[in-house]
């Protein structure tokens, strides 16, 4: 008969996201993971296989953390904006949590053309804000999402490192600034509420 379960899978995982929150995915071990629960790692095995199977769960619950912002940037006007902040304030407010979905390397590099359906499930609901957003057809859609999503991953990227330290206002004015430069070389133009 297998051992009882001290802890639920759920339980499990949430201590899982706290520990990569707290040192990175590093932290995240069988001993550590026992720790933060307060007992020993054996626990653990009696709801999971692995290490890999916890790491996998735990992904999982961190991306569920990260469409929430994103959730809530594609509800702001403009949408495409929104989800540019939402994503750089994602990664001020949890380093290691946007390290770990975006600074990680996976079984595939992907090129260009799929980085971001690679990258994040979000991509085909923010690839619609954008044609929404700036009446243009699918394939300067596509090219002004890579071009806004390459350069706001970089200023993602020096918060969660913490190499620079940008107010949100900042943010959204470089986010417009490039976000126009671009609109003039694809020919895109804003709507207006009332459109």
């Known amino acids: 008969m297998p051992p009882k379960q001290k802890y639920t899978k759920e339980e499990m995982i949430a201590a899982a996201v706290e520990i990569i929150r707290k040192n990175g995915r590093e932290g995240l071990t069988a001993r550590g993971l026992g720790e933060e629960l307060g007992s020993s790692s054996r626990p653990v095995f009696t709801v999971f296989r692995n290490m890999e199977e916890v790491y996998q769960e735990t992904v999982n619950a961190v991306k569920g953390i990260y469409n929430g912002y994103i959730q809530e940037g594609l509800s702001k006007e403009p949408a495409f904006e929104g989800v540019g902040i ?110």
């Open 86 to 195: 939402q994503y750089i304030r994602f990664a001020r407010e949890e380093p290691n949590l946007f390290k770990l979905l975006f600074m990680t390397g996976g079984e595939i590099s992907p090129r260009l053309p799929d980085v971001l359906s690679v990258i994040d499930e979000n991509s085909s609901r923010i690839l619609e804000a954008v044609r929404k957003e700036y009446g243009m057809d699918e394939e300067n859609s596509r090219r002004l999402y890579q071009c806004l999503w390459i350069f706001t991953h970089g200023i993602a990227t020096l918060c969660a490192n913490g190499v620079c330290r940008f107010t949100e206002p900042e943010i959204g004015g470089m986010l417009t600034d490039v976000c126009g430069g671009m609109l003039i070389k694809l020919g895109g133009v804003r709507r207006r509420k009332d459109d």
